[in-house]
């Protein structure tokens, strides 16, 4: 079982005067709403995370449902035999997050995690699915915190362009 989450950081806290329903692109994706984020296998208790407080996490949603769409490019789908490869790039860092997918199967990695450790395995399926819900659930925790969030068109897009799946 697949669980995503997050944490906002103390020690980074958003600017004190921004009009959230105008924000733009930039600054939604890596001004704001700085903290931690995690994956994690509830089921293997293990769980891929960063530590270091200053991940966009509005961000990191967006780029992990990016992620997981880049990983569906193949024809074939869940089918296809030849891995297919993307990764999520940490911009104050040279840490990476890395995905391969092999049929319907979603290997996931870290720069950071010791080389013995095993990857983190979801079905595509499932992946998707928890990344949504995750970006959905992230957008309305962080629109009852800010005002003005909820109206802002960049987030009303980015919703429709992924919407929950069942």
């Known amino acids: 079982?697949?669980?995503?989450?997050?944490?906002?950081?103390?020690?980074?806290?958003?600017?004190?005067?921004?009009?959230?329903?105008?924000?733009?692109?930039?600054?939604?994706?890596?001004?704001?709403?700085?903290?931690?984020?995690?994956?994690?296998?509830?089921?293997?208790?293990?769980?891929?995370?960063?530590?270091?407080?200053?991940?966009?996490?509005?961000?990191?949603?967006?780029?992990?449902?990016?992620?997981?769409?880049?990983?569906?490019k193949d024809p074939l789908g869940s089918r296809a035999a030849r891995p297919q490869y993307a990764e999520i790039d940490f911009t104050e860092s040279t840490d990476r997050m890395l995905?391969?997918?092999?049929?319907?199967?979603?290997?996931?990695?870290?720069?950071?995690?010791?080389?013995?450790e095993p990857p983190l395995t979801f079905s595509h399926t499932e992946l998707r699915r928890e990344t949504r819900d995750f970006l959905h659930d992230l957008i309305a925790d962080l629109t009852d915190l800010h005002e003005g969030l909820g109206e802002n068109p960049i987030v009303w897009d980015l919703q429709a362009r992924f919407p929950r799946t069942d």
């Open 1 to 72: 079982m697949l669980d995503i989450g997050y944490s906002l950081s103390r020690r980074f806290p958003d600017p004190t005067r921004i009009d959230y329903s105008r924000a733009d692109v930039y600054t939604l994706r890596h001004d704001l709403f700085c903290g931690d984020v995690y994956l994690a296998d509830t089921k293997a208790d293990r769980e891929v995370s960063t530590a270091w407080g200053w991940v966009p996490v509005l961000d990191f949603a967006w780029a992990l449902c990016d992620t997981v769409e880049n990983l569906d």
């Open 99 to 116: 995905f391969e997918r092999r049929f319907g199967w979603v290997d996931v990695e870290a720069d950071w995690m010791p080389a013995d």
